[in-house]
């Protein structure tokens, strides 16, 4: 039998052929790599401190190949041979956002690597979201988008083949596993020809951007690609230097030293060429937004309590200043976060103590000498014989999430939907249940914990 290529490395394959292509695609996304490359090393020679405890827990090396990007599909049954695809690279759907609150009529999933060990390995995620036609009022442009949909096959023969031999032989071998990730990148690539003519193009737009984004095309081209940075407020400044503009506020938690949860922005999606079908058998040129590009700086993990606080604080946040889509308000809003986040603990110490966000337990040197005389943990932390580091948070933000959708879908009148989550829905539709983000973290942190009591039990009593 052929040796079978792991999922993670399936996974850090497809990661990078999809950086080659989207940077081939979109130039400004190399150009905000290069960026975020130059501002990640100088946030490192700056702070020695954060270098080396990335450096203790295997997290430095994953910086420069992290990414997320995101993808909208129209059908139950594209979100159902996608989740396969994904298992095949180890990627698992992770979480529900509801996005029907947002005037986004979609819901979605992360499909990510579980687990530590794959994290370290290569972090990618795909935000995938599925289009809820159930929302758009017009009965009749409902049914003839999922008509539209109905007719097309988002996936090439080959990546079917190369799914259900994985699935089948529980892996791929290196030949396949080449084949896998080049037939699978061919869904994700953009297409310049439009399945619809203009006309249904325009009624689609008009219900909706997005409607329009996931129909007229032949498959869910990749809309954009994150790179992390470790100082997003930096990027942000100089992002206009690079030539290129960003969106007026970055979202989620404010500026802070011990940073928490995800902090995006983005720049403006581009103005494409795209030729739509003229029903006499020739094309029409026309154009398309769609593609943008984005940065995310990510902090700790943050418990139920923790994000229970977080979301408190921003709703509050939002209740003083709604931010405006077009940023004349942007100043004012970064002024009430800051000042609402007050409320948030900023040093490690008391988010822990306070149990508001996930961390890893680790032995210094000074466990090494003796047994100590207690076992219990904030003693153990105190005496300096147990250290902690925050766990990356490695999910998504539904008010943010909503935030990069709505800078994409153009400043103009915001469309209302009823709030509608529908989780169980959608996991009927992707043929599994999403993982809950939560019970995850707190598995890493007690699986972390547990190793270090045993490490300290094993070793010889104190005189
Ligand atoms: C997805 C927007 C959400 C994020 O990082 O929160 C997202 C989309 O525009 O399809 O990617
Ligand atoms: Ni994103």
């Given at each position: 039998?052929?040796?079978?290529?792991?999922?993670?490395?399936?996974?850090?394959?497809?990661?990078?052929?999809?950086?080659?292509?989207?940077?081939?695609?979109?130039?400004?996304?190399?150009?905000?790599?290069?960026?975020?490359?130059?501002?990640?090393?100088?946030?490192?020679?700056?702070?020695?401190?954060?270098?080396?405890?990335?450096?203790?827990?295997?997290?430095?090396?994953?910086?420069?190949?992290?990414?997320?990007?995101?993808?909208?599909?129209?059908?139950?049954?594209?979100?159902?041979?996608?989740?396969?695809?994904?298992?095949?690279?180890?990627?698992?759907?992770?979480?529900?956002?509801?996005?029907?609150?947002?005037?986004?009529?979609?819901?979605?999933?992360?499909?990510?690597?579980?687990?530590?060990?794959?994290?370290?390995?290569?972090?990618?995620?795909?935000?995938?979201?599925?289009?809820?036609?159930?929302?758009?009022?017009?009965?009749?442009?409902?049914?003839?988008?999922?008509?539209?949909?109905?007719?097309?096959?988002?996936?090439?023969?080959?990546?079917?083949?190369?799914?259900?031999?994985?699935?089948?032989?529980?892996?791929?071998?290196?030949?396949?596993?080449?084949?896998?990730?080049?037939?699978?990148?061919?869904?994700?690539?953009?297409?310049?020809?439009?399945?619809?003519?203009?006309?249904?193009?325009?009624?689609?737009?008009?219900?909706?951007?997005?409607?329009?984004?996931?129909?007229?095309?032949?498959?869910?081209?990749?809309?954009?690609?994150?790179?992390?940075?470790?100082?997003?407020?930096?990027?942000?400044?100089?992002?206009?230097?690079?030539?290129?503009?960003?969106?007026?506020?970055?979202?989620?938690?404010?500026?802070?030293?011990?940073?928490?949860?995800?902090?995006?922005?983005?720049?403006?999606?581009?103005?494409?060429?795209?030729?739509?079908?003229?029903?006499?058998?020739?094309?029409?040129?026309?154009?398309?937004?769609?593609?943008f590009g984005e940065i995310e700086q990510r902090g700790v993990a943050l418990t139920p309590k923790g994000r229970a606080l977080y979301d408190k604080l921003l709703d509050h946040t939002?209740?003083?200043?709604?931010?405006?889509?077009?940023?004349?308000?942007?100043?004012?809003?970064?002024?009430?976060?800051?000042?609402?986040?007050?409320?948030?603990?900023?040093?490690?110490?008391?988010?822990?103590?306070?149990?508001?966000?996930?961390?890893?337990?680790?032995?210094?040197?000074?466990?090494?000498?003796?047994?100590?005389?207690?076992?219990?943990?904030?003693?153990?932390?105190?005496?300096?014989?147990?250290?902690?580091?925050?766990?990356?948070?490695?999910?998504?933000?539904?008010?943010?999430?909503?935030?990069?959708?709505?800078?994409?879908?153009?400043?103009?009148?915001?469309?209302?939907?009823?709030?509608?989550?529908?989780?169980?829905?959608?996991?009927?539709?992707?043929?599994?249940?999403?993982?809950?983000?939560?019970?995850?973290?707190?598995?890493?942190?007690?699986?972390?914990l547990e190793a270090c009591l045993n490490g300290l039990q094993k070793r010889p009593a104190a005189e």
């Open positions: 039998m052929t040796e079978k290529v792991s999922a993670s490395d399936i996974r850090a394959s497809f990661s990078s052929a999809m950086s080659a292509m989207y940077r081939d695609e979109v130039p400004a996304y190399g150009t905000l790599m290069e960026l975020v490359a130059r501002v990640n090393e100088e946030a490192l020679a700056s702070d020695p401190e954060l270098k080396s405890r990335l450096e203790a827990t295997d997290n430095l090396s994953r910086l420069s190949e992290e990414r997320h990007g995101a993808i909208r599909l129209g059908t139950a049954a594209e979100l159902a041979m996608m989740r396969r695809v994904f298992a095949v690279m180890g990627m698992y759907p992770v979480g529900y956002y509801d996005l029907s609150t947002a005037a986004v009529p979609v819901h979605s999933t992360a499909f990510r690597p579980v687990g530590e060990e794959a994290l370290k390995r290569n972090p990618f995620r795909v935000f995938t979201s599925l289009l809820r036609l159930d929302l758009i009022a017009d009965e009749i442009l409902r049914q003839e988008a999922q008509a539209i949909l109905a007719e097309r096959q988002i996936f090439t023969p080959g990546a079917v083949a190369m799914t259900e031999k994985a699935e089948r032989e529980g892996g791929l071998s290196e030949e396949d596993a080449t084949r896998f990730v080049s037939e699978v990148l061919e869904t994700f690539r953009w297409h310049d020809k439009a399945n619809v003519e203009l006309s249904m193009y325009h009624r689609l737009h008009d219900a909706h951007r997005l409607i329009a984004d996931v129909v007229s095309f032949k498959g869910p081209h990749i809309n954009h690609l994150t790179p992390r940075t470790l100082d997003i407020d930096k990027v942000q400044t100089l992002m206009p230097e690079y030539g290129i503009a960003p969106k007026a506020v970055v979202e989620g938690p404010p500026t802070r030293k011990c940073p928490i949860l995800l902090r995006q922005t983005s720049f403006k999606a581009l103005e494409e060429a795209v030729s739509f079908q003229d029903g006499k058998g020739g094309w029409h040129a026309g154009t398309h937004t769609a593609r939002r209740k003083i200043v709604r931010p405006a889509a077009d940023g004349s308000n942007a100043a004012a809003y970064e002024t009430a976060l800051a000042e609402t986040f007050k409320a948030f603990p900023d040093d490690w110490a008391s988010i822990r103590c306070q149990g508001l966000g996930y961390f890893t337990y680790a032995l210094t040197g000074k466990a090494e000498r003796a047994a100590p005389a207690s076992f219990d943990l904030d003693t153990l932390i105190a005496e300096g014989i147990i250290c902690f580091d925050p766990i990356v948070y490695e999910d998504f933000l539904p008010v943010s999430a909503a935030g990069i959708f709505q800078s994409n879908l153009g400043d103009g009148a915001q469309q209302e939907f009823e709030a509608s989550p529908n989780q169980k829905r959608f996991e009927t539709d992707l043929g599994a249940q999403v993982l809950n983000e939560f019970d995850h973290y707190a598995s890493i942190e007690k699986a972390s």
